[in-house]
């Protein structure tokens, strides 16, 4: 069973530009959620989504954005960037809250999005 | 969400048992307690879970006192395979409608 995938692994922006990461979730996973990982902040939550739906947004400026499609892969945007987005972005994938009485939520991260701006 | 809090650092030899000890005193009645590890330029891996009492599988033990105020990952002989970051955290994954918080975790350096 493949994992969870994250493309791209690594890219540079320059300051104002946008980015645009893919996660793809397990077969069967509905929930996809994405962390920004820095050194500083350690492991911060931006969102999730479930069946196409946003369910909970973390802290983070509007310029933060996502989506999730129909076979449940996702989109994270990232717009007019700052030095300060430099980071990994980890998406997750779970089976989704009320999929199975038995559902520990377990989260299947994937290898991240390393993402430089100069 | 109920914030938890756990040492910054551990240190430990080969062969030994570790035991990281996680804070959670607002602990709602729905929620579980979940540790994840996480090796550097990986996303965290899932170790264990659990609501109360001591739940054990091939990896670790998860001690939850009666009270569910704190917890304990016990790591038994670890190798230096086992220097990862492990994170607690408590949410309600199965019923909640809020999202699991990580935190900065425990960083565990295991010494030859």
């Known amino acids: 069973k493949a994992g969870v995938t994250q493309t791209p692994r690594y890219l540079i922006k320059t300051r104002g530009q946008q980015v645009t990461l893919s996660c793809s979730p397990i077969s069967g996973h509905r929930s996809v959620s994405w962390y920004q990982q820095t050194p500083g902040q350690g492991l911060q939550f931006l969102f999730e989504?479930?069946?196409?739906?946003?369910?909970n947004k973390g802290n983070f400026p509007g310029r933060f954005s996502g989506r999730q499609f129909s076979n449940s892969r996702s989109e994270m945007n990232v717009s007019t960037l700052e030095l300060g987005d430099s980071a990994l972005y980890l998406c997750?994938?779970?089976?989704?809250?009320?999929?199975?009485?038995?559902?520990?939520?377990?989260?299947?991260f994937g290898e991240g999005s390393r993402l430089t701006v100069l | 969400l109920a914030k938890t809090t756990q040492p910054i650092s551990m240190d430990s030899y080969e062969g030994q048992e570790v035991n990281i000890t996680c804070s959670h005193n607002n602990i709602a009645t729905n929620d579980y307690i979940t540790w994840y590890q996480q090796f550097p330029s990986q996303g965290p891996r899932f170790i264990i879970q659990?609501?109360?009492t001591k739940v054990t599988n091939e990896v670790a033990s998860l001690f939850i006192p009666a009270d569910r105020k704190s917890s304990t990952l016990s790591l038994p002989r670890v190798s230096l395979s086992d220097t990862a970051v492990y994170y607690c955290?408590?949410?309600?994954?199965?019923?909640?409608?809020?999202?699991?918080?990580f935190g900065k975790g425990t960083r565990l350096s295991v010494i030859a």
């Open positions: 659990g609501y109360k």
């Open positions: 997750a994938s779970s089976l989704g809250w009320r999929d199975l009485p038995l559902n520990t939520g377990e989260l299947f």
């Open positions: 989504y479930f069946s196409e739906t946003q369910r």
């Open positions: 955290l408590v949410g309600a994954p199965i019923s909640g409608n809020t999202p699991l918080v």
